[in-house]
C-alpha cells in the first residue's frame, strides 16, 4: 500500500475537495442555465399565444365584415329585382 506522509496526505484532501468543488459549482451553472432557457421558452410561448389570439381576433372581425357586407350586397341585389 502506498504510504503518504501528512503534507501528501492534507495536499491530496485538498486536491480531492477542489474537484468536488468544481463539479459542485459546474452543475450549479448548468441548472442555472437551463432554468433560464426554459424560462426564455416559456416566455416565447406566451408571446407567440398571444399574438395568435390577436390573429384569430382579427379574422373574426374581418368574417363579420365579410359577412355584414355579403348581406347588403345581398339585400342590395334582392331590392332591385
Known amino acids: 500500500m502506498l504510504n503518504l506522509n501528512d503534507t501528501e496526505e ?3 484532501i485538498l486536491i480531492a ?3 468536488i468543488l468544481g463539479f459542485v459549482f459546474s452543475t ?3 441548472i442555472q442555465y437551463t432554468i433560464a ?3 426564455g421558452k416559456l416566455r ?3 408571446e407567440t ?3 395568435v389570439k390577436a390573429l384569430i381576433q382579427y379574422l373574426d372581425a374581418k368574417k363579420e365584415l365579410i359577412d355584414a357586407v355579403n348581406e347588403v350586397q345581398k339585400k ?3 331590392s332591385k329585382n
Open 10 to 12: 492534507i495536499l491530496a
Open 44 to 46: 416565447e410561448k406566451k
Open 49 to 51: 399565444e398571444a399574438k
Open 37 to 39: 432557457e426554459e424560462k
Open 76 to 78: 342590395a341585389g334582392d
Open 17 to 19: 475537495v477542489a474537484i
Open 28 to 30: 450549479y451553472k448548468e
